[in-house]
Protein backbone atom coordinates (compact mmCIF):
# COMPACT_ATOMS: atom_id res chain seq x y z
CA UNK A 1 0.00 0.00 0.00
CA UNK A 2 0.95 3.25 -0.62
CA UNK A 3 0.49 6.56 2.56
CA UNK A 4 -0.78 9.72 1.96
CA UNK A 5 1.94 10.93 0.01
CA UNK A 6 2.51 8.42 -2.09
CA UNK A 7 5.31 6.36 -0.79
CA UNK A 8 4.55 2.71 -0.54
CA UNK A 9 4.93 0.82 2.92
CA UNK A 10 4.87 -2.38 3.65
CA UNK A 11 1.29 -3.25 4.91
CA UNK A 12 -1.37 -4.03 3.40
CA UNK A 13 -3.66 -3.51 6.13
CA UNK A 14 -5.72 -0.60 5.68
CA UNK A 15 -6.73 -0.09 9.34
CA UNK A 16 -3.01 -0.01 10.36
CA UNK A 17 -2.35 2.02 7.36
CA UNK A 18 -5.21 4.75 8.53
CA UNK A 19 -3.35 4.35 12.33
CA UNK A 20 0.20 5.09 10.99
CA UNK A 21 -1.63 8.68 9.61
CA UNK A 22 -3.04 9.43 12.50
CA UNK A 23 0.46 9.09 14.15
CA UNK A 24 2.11 11.58 11.78
CA UNK A 25 -0.51 13.84 11.63
CA UNK A 26 -0.32 14.10 15.65
CA UNK A 27 3.65 14.34 15.19
CA UNK A 28 3.69 17.53 12.88
CA UNK A 29 0.39 19.06 14.64
CA UNK A 30 1.91 18.23 17.95
CA UNK A 31 -1.37 17.36 18.90
CA UNK A 32 -2.37 14.21 21.26
CA UNK A 33 -0.21 11.21 21.33
CA UNK A 34 1.91 9.93 17.98
CA UNK A 35 3.22 6.98 19.73
CA UNK A 36 -0.60 4.98 20.60
CA UNK A 37 -1.27 4.76 16.71
CA UNK A 38 1.72 3.37 16.04
CA UNK A 39 1.22 0.76 18.58
CA UNK A 40 -2.16 -0.04 16.83
CA UNK A 41 -0.83 -0.14 13.71
CA UNK A 42 1.98 -2.53 15.17
CA UNK A 43 -1.04 -4.66 16.40
CA UNK A 44 -2.87 -4.95 13.19
CA UNK A 45 0.36 -5.96 11.02
CA UNK A 46 3.55 -7.12 12.45
CA UNK A 47 5.22 -6.81 9.97
CA UNK A 48 4.91 -3.54 9.29
CA UNK A 49 8.38 -2.03 9.02
CA UNK A 50 7.55 1.57 8.97
CA UNK A 51 5.49 1.87 12.46
CA UNK A 52 8.35 0.59 14.31
CA UNK A 53 11.17 2.58 12.59
CA UNK A 54 8.63 5.87 12.70
CA UNK A 55 8.15 5.15 16.90
CA UNK A 56 11.78 5.20 17.22
CA UNK A 57 12.47 8.12 15.59
CA UNK A 58 9.29 9.84 17.68
CA UNK A 59 10.89 9.26 20.63
CA UNK A 60 14.42 10.19 19.80
CA UNK A 61 12.67 13.36 19.11
CA UNK A 62 12.66 14.05 22.97
CA UNK A 63 16.42 14.10 23.22
CA UNK A 64 16.24 12.22 26.40
CA UNK A 65 18.39 9.15 26.83
CA UNK A 66 15.14 7.27 28.94
CA UNK A 67 13.54 7.57 25.69
CA UNK A 68 17.10 6.63 23.47
CA UNK A 69 16.91 3.42 24.93
CA UNK A 70 12.99 2.89 24.47
CA UNK A 71 13.96 3.46 20.62
CA UNK A 72 16.67 0.83 20.72
CA UNK A 73 14.20 -1.40 21.99
CA UNK A 74 11.69 -0.78 19.57
CA UNK A 75 14.21 -1.09 17.04
CA UNK A 76 15.19 -4.38 18.43
CA UNK A 77 11.56 -5.89 18.85
CA UNK A 78 10.74 -5.05 15.31
CA UNK A 79 14.37 -6.37 13.77
CA UNK A 80 12.51 -9.10 11.86
CA UNK A 81 9.85 -6.77 10.36
CA UNK A 82 12.46 -4.22 9.71
CA UNK A 83 14.96 -6.65 8.27
CA UNK A 84 11.95 -7.50 5.54
CA UNK A 85 10.74 -4.14 4.90
CA UNK A 86 11.42 -1.71 2.07
CA UNK A 87 14.61 0.25 1.62
CA UNK A 88 13.58 3.34 3.00
CA UNK A 89 11.70 1.71 6.13
CA UNK A 90 15.49 0.27 6.44
CA UNK A 91 17.21 3.31 6.33
CA UNK A 92 14.54 5.20 8.01
CA UNK A 93 14.95 2.23 11.27
CA UNK A 94 18.58 2.66 10.33
CA UNK A 95 18.54 6.82 11.03
CA UNK A 96 16.96 5.96 13.70
CA UNK A 97 19.53 3.71 15.38
CA UNK A 98 22.21 6.18 14.93
CA UNK A 99 20.36 8.87 16.68
CA UNK A 100 19.99 6.72 19.63
CA UNK A 101 23.40 5.75 20.05
CA UNK A 102 24.47 8.68 20.12
CA UNK A 103 25.74 9.43 16.86
CA UNK A 104 23.59 12.39 15.95
CA UNK A 105 25.48 13.85 12.71
CA UNK A 106 24.97 10.01 11.15
CA UNK A 107 21.76 10.08 11.65
CA UNK A 108 20.85 13.64 10.31
CA UNK A 109 23.13 12.63 7.26
CA UNK A 110 20.64 9.19 6.92
CA UNK A 111 18.22 11.37 7.08
CA UNK A 112 18.85 13.67 4.14
CA UNK A 113 20.09 10.51 2.40
CA UNK A 114 16.63 9.54 2.34
CA UNK A 115 14.75 12.48 1.14
CA UNK A 116 17.72 12.50 -2.21
CA UNK A 117 15.41 9.52 -3.09
CA UNK A 118 11.78 10.19 -1.41
CA UNK A 119 11.50 13.91 -0.78
CA UNK A 120 8.19 13.68 0.49
CA UNK A 121 8.78 11.56 3.66
CA UNK A 122 7.47 13.66 5.75
CA UNK A 123 8.89 11.68 9.02
CA UNK A 124 12.41 12.33 7.52
CA UNK A 125 11.78 15.87 6.83
CA UNK A 126 10.44 16.70 10.45
CA UNK A 127 13.15 14.53 12.41
CA UNK A 128 16.06 16.04 10.03
CA UNK A 129 14.45 19.07 11.11
CA UNK A 130 14.58 18.88 14.83
CA UNK A 131 17.79 16.94 14.89
CA UNK A 132 19.25 20.08 13.00
CA UNK A 133 17.65 22.26 15.79
CA UNK A 134 19.11 19.80 18.90
CA UNK A 135 22.68 20.23 16.56
CA UNK A 136 22.62 23.74 16.32
CA UNK A 137 22.89 23.73 12.50
CA UNK A 138 21.01 27.07 11.42
CA UNK A 139 22.44 26.25 7.94
CA UNK A 140 20.38 22.82 7.35
CA UNK A 141 17.33 23.71 9.70
CA UNK A 142 16.84 26.21 6.07
CA UNK A 143 18.12 23.69 3.95
CA UNK A 144 17.47 20.28 4.64
CA UNK A 145 13.32 22.08 4.04
CA UNK A 146 14.80 24.02 1.07
CA UNK A 147 16.53 21.16 -0.96
CA UNK A 148 12.58 19.02 -0.61
CA UNK A 149 10.26 21.86 -0.98
CA UNK A 150 10.16 22.09 -4.80
CA UNK A 151 8.69 18.52 -4.53
CA UNK A 152 5.66 19.56 -2.53
CA UNK A 153 2.83 21.35 -3.04
CA UNK A 154 -0.38 22.52 -1.69
CA UNK A 155 -1.77 19.36 -2.37
CA UNK A 156 0.66 16.98 -0.56
CA UNK A 157 -0.55 15.86 3.18
CA UNK A 158 1.08 17.58 5.41
CA UNK A 159 2.34 20.65 2.76
CA UNK A 160 1.67 23.59 5.19
CA UNK A 161 3.42 22.18 8.25
CA UNK A 162 6.91 21.42 5.79
CA UNK A 163 6.15 25.33 4.93
CA UNK A 164 6.45 26.26 7.88
CA UNK A 165 9.90 24.47 9.26
CA UNK A 166 11.25 26.48 6.78
CA UNK A 167 10.11 29.56 8.34
CA UNK A 168 12.09 28.20 11.52
CA UNK A 169 15.07 27.79 9.35
CA UNK A 170 14.90 31.08 7.63
CA UNK A 171 14.48 33.09 10.64
CA UNK A 172 17.64 30.83 12.33
CA UNK A 173 19.62 31.79 9.76
CA UNK A 174 18.28 35.67 10.19
CA UNK A 175 16.40 36.07 6.90
CA UNK A 176 13.74 37.61 8.79
CA UNK A 177 11.00 38.95 6.14
CA UNK A 178 10.97 35.49 4.04
CA UNK A 179 10.71 33.82 7.29
CA UNK A 180 7.82 36.01 8.07
CA UNK A 181 6.39 35.38 4.96
CA UNK A 182 6.77 31.78 4.94
CA UNK A 183 5.51 31.41 8.41
CA UNK A 184 2.14 33.31 7.91
CA UNK A 185 1.84 31.10 4.40
CA UNK A 186 1.76 28.15 6.52
CA UNK A 187 -0.84 29.47 9.21
CA UNK A 188 -3.73 30.73 6.54
CA UNK A 189 -3.55 27.10 5.82
CA UNK A 190 -3.05 25.45 8.80
CA UNK A 191 -3.64 27.90 11.68
CA UNK A 192 -2.54 24.64 14.40
CA UNK A 193 0.66 24.20 13.20
CA UNK A 194 1.85 25.61 16.30
CA UNK A 195 5.76 25.00 14.56
CA UNK A 196 4.99 27.95 12.23
CA UNK A 197 3.15 29.79 15.49
CA UNK A 198 6.87 29.72 16.56
CA UNK A 199 8.76 30.51 14.08
CA UNK A 200 6.60 34.23 13.52
CA UNK A 201 6.86 34.63 17.17
CA UNK A 202 10.89 33.88 16.94
CA UNK A 203 11.02 36.51 14.08
CA UNK A 204 8.88 39.15 15.89
CA UNK A 205 10.93 38.41 19.36
CA UNK A 206 14.71 39.14 17.05
CA UNK A 207 13.39 42.00 15.46
CA UNK A 208 11.98 43.71 18.88
CA UNK A 209 8.63 43.86 17.25
CA UNK A 210 7.53 42.82 21.12
CA UNK A 211 3.68 44.15 21.22
CA UNK A 212 3.07 42.72 17.64
CA UNK A 213 4.03 39.32 19.37
CA UNK A 214 2.31 39.58 22.10
CA UNK A 215 -1.06 40.46 20.29
CA UNK A 216 0.13 37.72 17.74
CA UNK A 217 0.06 35.07 20.53
CA UNK A 218 -2.67 36.30 22.73
CA UNK A 219 -5.08 36.60 19.66
CA UNK A 220 -3.57 32.67 18.25
CA UNK A 221 -4.38 31.51 21.63
CA UNK A 222 -7.18 28.79 20.96
CA UNK A 223 -4.61 27.38 18.17
CA UNK A 224 -1.82 26.62 20.19
CA UNK A 225 -2.34 26.56 23.78
CA UNK A 226 -4.71 23.31 23.82
CA UNK A 227 -4.65 20.67 26.48
CA UNK A 228 -3.58 18.38 24.42
CA UNK A 229 -0.55 20.37 22.46
CA UNK A 230 2.65 19.42 23.22
CA UNK A 231 4.00 22.94 22.18
CA UNK A 232 1.81 25.43 24.55
CA UNK A 233 3.97 25.34 27.09
CA UNK A 234 7.40 27.10 24.98
CA UNK A 235 5.56 29.19 23.13
CA UNK A 236 4.03 30.02 26.51
CA UNK A 237 7.31 30.58 27.34
CA UNK A 238 7.75 33.27 24.52
CA UNK A 239 4.63 34.96 25.46
CA UNK A 240 6.40 35.35 29.04
CA UNK A 241 9.38 36.90 27.49
CA UNK A 242 7.55 39.36 25.73
CA UNK A 243 6.41 40.06 29.32
CA UNK A 244 9.50 40.60 30.44
CA UNK A 245 10.56 42.61 27.50
CA UNK A 246 7.52 45.63 28.89
CA UNK A 247 9.07 45.15 32.46
CA UNK A 248 5.56 43.47 33.63
CA UNK A 249 7.19 40.45 35.81
CA UNK A 250 4.03 39.41 37.71
CA UNK A 251 2.51 38.43 33.83
CA UNK A 252 5.47 36.56 33.49
CA UNK A 253 5.56 34.88 36.30
CA UNK A 254 1.85 34.10 36.03
CA UNK A 255 2.65 31.95 32.83
CA UNK A 256 5.23 30.44 34.23
CA UNK A 257 2.46 28.87 36.75
CA UNK A 258 -0.25 28.30 34.44
CA UNK A 259 2.08 26.86 31.69
CA UNK A 260 5.67 25.35 33.16
CA UNK A 261 5.41 24.44 36.70
CA UNK A 262 3.49 21.22 35.73
CA UNK A 263 5.59 20.73 32.85
CA UNK A 264 9.24 19.79 35.09
CA UNK A 265 8.70 16.23 34.28
CA UNK A 266 9.99 16.35 30.53
CA UNK A 267 13.58 18.01 29.84
CA UNK A 268 11.91 19.73 26.29
CA UNK A 269 9.59 21.69 28.94
CA UNK A 270 11.99 21.61 32.31
CA UNK A 271 14.88 23.76 29.79
CA UNK A 272 11.97 26.65 29.46
CA UNK A 273 10.91 26.47 33.26
CA UNK A 274 14.86 27.18 34.36
CA UNK A 275 15.69 29.61 31.58
CA UNK A 276 12.31 32.16 32.24
CA UNK A 277 13.28 31.69 36.21
CA UNK A 278 16.93 32.58 35.53
CA UNK A 279 15.99 35.64 33.39
CA UNK A 280 13.86 36.83 35.56
CA UNK A 281 16.37 36.49 38.22
CA UNK A 282 18.75 38.66 36.06
CA UNK A 283 16.37 41.63 36.04
CA UNK A 284 15.86 41.33 39.74
CA UNK A 285 12.59 39.85 39.87
CA UNK A 286 11.45 37.80 43.00
CA UNK A 287 10.62 34.63 41.61
CA UNK A 288 9.69 33.11 45.25
CA UNK A 289 11.04 29.32 45.74
CA UNK A 290 9.93 28.36 41.98
CA UNK A 291 13.48 27.49 41.38
CA UNK A 292 13.63 24.65 44.16
CA UNK A 293 11.02 22.57 42.37
CA UNK A 294 12.98 23.13 39.01
CA UNK A 295 16.07 21.80 40.43
CA UNK A 296 14.29 19.22 41.80
CA UNK A 297 13.63 17.84 38.84
CA UNK A 298 16.58 18.09 37.10
CA UNK A 299 18.51 16.41 40.17
CA UNK A 300 16.00 13.40 39.78
CA UNK A 301 17.25 12.67 36.57
CA UNK A 302 20.57 13.80 37.04
CA UNK A 303 22.24 9.71 37.58
CA UNK A 304 19.95 8.74 34.61
CA UNK A 305 20.16 11.62 31.94
CA UNK A 306 23.54 13.91 33.01
CA UNK A 307 25.86 13.93 30.41
CA UNK A 308 23.48 12.97 27.55
CA UNK A 309 22.51 16.26 26.06
CA UNK A 310 24.71 19.26 27.13
CA UNK A 311 21.78 22.02 26.63
CA UNK A 312 19.89 20.22 29.04
CA UNK A 313 23.32 20.05 31.14
CA UNK A 314 23.93 23.54 31.51
CA UNK A 315 20.29 23.98 32.29
CA UNK A 316 20.54 21.74 35.28
CA UNK A 317 23.74 23.96 36.20
CA UNK A 318 21.46 26.71 36.21
CA UNK A 319 19.02 25.34 38.49
CA UNK A 320 21.37 24.19 40.50
CA UNK A 321 23.56 27.05 41.13
CA UNK A 322 20.31 29.35 41.61
CA UNK A 323 19.69 27.22 44.47
CA UNK A 324 22.50 26.47 45.66
CA UNK A 325 23.01 22.52 45.71
CA UNK A 326 26.71 22.04 45.59
CA UNK A 327 27.13 17.74 45.66
CA UNK A 328 24.11 18.37 42.95
CA UNK A 329 26.54 20.44 40.89
CA UNK A 330 29.70 18.18 41.77
CA UNK A 331 27.78 15.65 40.27
CA UNK A 332 27.16 16.95 37.32
CA UNK A 333 30.40 18.45 36.69
CA UNK A 334 31.53 14.77 37.18
CA UNK A 335 28.72 13.91 34.16
CA UNK A 336 29.99 16.57 32.04
CA UNK A 337 33.52 15.52 32.21
CA UNK A 338 32.91 12.18 31.54
CA UNK A 339 30.37 13.02 28.38
CA UNK A 340 33.17 15.07 27.23
CA UNK A 341 35.57 12.34 27.04
CA UNK A 342 32.76 9.72 24.96
CA UNK A 343 32.25 9.30 21.10
CA UNK A 344 29.36 10.65 19.33
CA UNK A 345 27.97 13.68 18.60
CA UNK A 346 27.19 15.02 22.56
CA UNK A 347 31.18 14.59 23.62
CA UNK A 348 31.87 18.02 21.09
CA UNK A 349 28.93 19.69 22.13
CA UNK A 350 30.11 19.24 26.06
CA UNK A 351 33.77 19.93 25.26
CA UNK A 352 33.58 23.19 22.93
CA UNK A 353 30.03 24.78 24.96
CA UNK A 354 28.84 22.64 27.52
CA UNK A 355 31.54 22.47 30.07
CA UNK A 356 32.51 26.43 29.52
CA UNK A 357 28.48 27.55 29.69
CA UNK A 358 27.74 25.72 33.01
CA UNK A 359 31.36 26.00 34.61
CA UNK A 360 30.17 29.90 33.95
CA UNK A 361 26.61 30.27 35.36
CA UNK A 362 28.16 28.21 38.39
CA UNK A 363 30.97 31.11 39.13
CA UNK A 364 28.22 33.93 38.12
CA UNK A 365 25.71 32.63 41.04
CA UNK A 366 29.29 32.09 43.46
CA UNK A 367 30.40 35.70 43.12
CA UNK A 368 33.23 34.86 40.50
CA UNK A 369 32.00 37.51 37.56
CA UNK A 370 35.37 37.80 36.48
CA UNK A 371 35.45 33.90 35.47
CA UNK A 372 32.01 34.02 34.64
CA UNK A 373 32.49 36.55 32.06
CA UNK A 374 36.02 35.15 30.60
CA UNK A 375 34.37 31.53 30.41
CA UNK A 376 31.67 33.33 28.08
CA UNK A 377 32.96 35.45 26.53
CA UNK A 378 35.29 32.65 25.35
CA UNK A 379 32.33 30.25 23.93
CA UNK A 380 29.73 32.53 23.40
CA UNK A 381 29.96 33.08 19.44
CA UNK A 382 30.28 29.71 19.07
CA UNK A 383 27.49 28.54 21.36
CA UNK A 384 25.60 27.32 18.65
CA UNK A 385 27.39 24.08 18.53
CA UNK A 386 25.23 22.46 21.16
CA UNK A 387 22.02 23.57 20.04
CA UNK A 388 19.16 25.76 20.80
CA UNK A 389 18.12 28.76 18.84
CA UNK A 390 19.31 32.42 18.93
CA UNK A 391 16.61 33.22 21.38
CA UNK A 392 17.14 30.52 23.54
CA UNK A 393 21.54 31.14 23.55
CA UNK A 394 20.54 34.78 24.12
CA UNK A 395 20.48 33.73 27.86
CA UNK A 396 24.62 33.66 27.77
CA UNK A 397 24.35 37.19 26.50
CA UNK A 398 22.04 38.53 29.36
CA UNK A 399 24.25 36.56 31.85
CA UNK A 400 27.51 37.77 30.27
CA UNK A 401 26.22 41.42 30.65
CA UNK A 402 25.09 41.04 33.93
CA UNK A 403 28.23 39.09 35.08
CA UNK A 404 30.43 42.31 33.58
CA UNK A 405 28.35 44.33 35.13
CA UNK A 406 28.12 43.21 38.80
CA UNK A 407 32.23 42.70 38.20
CA UNK A 408 32.58 46.91 37.68
CA UNK A 409 33.09 46.33 33.61
CA UNK A 410 31.08 49.10 32.47
CA UNK A 411 32.25 49.48 29.20
CA UNK A 412 32.62 45.40 28.27
CA UNK A 413 28.75 44.85 29.37
CA UNK A 414 27.84 48.33 27.61
CA UNK A 415 29.96 46.73 24.80
CA UNK A 416 27.86 43.02 24.40
CA UNK A 417 24.34 45.67 25.52
CA UNK A 418 25.07 47.77 22.28
CA UNK A 419 24.25 44.46 20.15
CA UNK A 420 20.95 44.36 21.99
CA UNK A 421 19.83 47.78 21.25
CA UNK A 422 20.83 47.96 17.28
CA UNK A 423 19.14 44.77 16.83
CA UNK A 424 16.15 45.90 19.14
CA UNK A 425 15.58 49.43 19.27
CA UNK A 426 12.61 49.34 20.26
CA UNK A 427 12.76 46.84 23.01
CA UNK A 428 12.68 47.74 26.78
CA UNK A 429 14.07 45.41 28.12
CA UNK A 430 17.62 46.44 26.09
CA UNK A 431 17.21 50.24 27.68
CA UNK A 432 16.73 48.85 31.26
CA UNK A 433 19.85 46.82 30.79
CA UNK A 434 21.38 49.97 29.41
CA UNK A 435 20.46 51.99 32.41
CA UNK A 436 21.33 49.41 35.00
CA UNK A 437 25.29 49.61 33.57
CA UNK A 438 25.23 53.14 33.31
CA UNK A 439 24.21 53.50 36.84
CA UNK A 440 27.35 50.95 38.20
CA UNK A 441 30.00 52.22 39.60
CA UNK A 442 33.04 51.23 37.91
CA UNK A 443 36.29 49.44 39.42
CA UNK A 444 39.23 51.29 39.00
CA UNK A 445 40.82 48.90 36.78
CA UNK A 446 38.06 49.31 34.33
CA UNK A 447 37.33 52.95 34.36
Same mark, same amino acid.
Given at each position: ? #????????????????? +???????????????????????????????????? #??????????? /?????????????????? #????????????? /?????????????? $???????????????????????? @??????? /??????????? *??????? *??????? +??????? %????????????? $????????????? &??????????????? %?????? !??????????????????????????????????????? &??????????????????? !??? &??????? %??????????????????????? %??????????????????? !????????????????? =???????????????????? @?????? =?? $????????????? *??????? &????????????????????????? @?????? *? =??????? !?????????? =???
Amino acid at each position: M #KDARGLTVSTSNALALD +AFEASLRAMRSYRGDPLAPLDDAIAMSPGFAAAYAV #KALALMTLFER /RFAKDALAVLDSGAAAIA #KGLPRERALAQAA /RFLAEGVWDRGAHA $LDRILVDHPTDIVAVQVGHLVDFV @RGDSANL /RNRISRVLPHW *SSSTPGY *SFVVGMH +AFGLEEC %NQYPEAEHAARRA $LAAAPEDCWATHA &LTHVLEMQGRVEEGM %NFLQST !RDDWAAPDNGFAFHNGWHLALFHMDRGDFPAALEIYDQA &LTGALGMAMSRLDATALLW !RLE &LEGADVG %NRFEAVADAWQGDLEAEGGFYAF %NDFHAALAFSATGRTAAIG !RLREKLAASACESGSNA =EMARTVGIDVSEAVIAFREH @RHVEAV =ER $LVAVRDGAWRFGG *SHAQRDI &LTLTLIEAARRGGDKRLAAHYANER @RMHKPR *S =EWGLRIA !RRIEATEALP =EAA
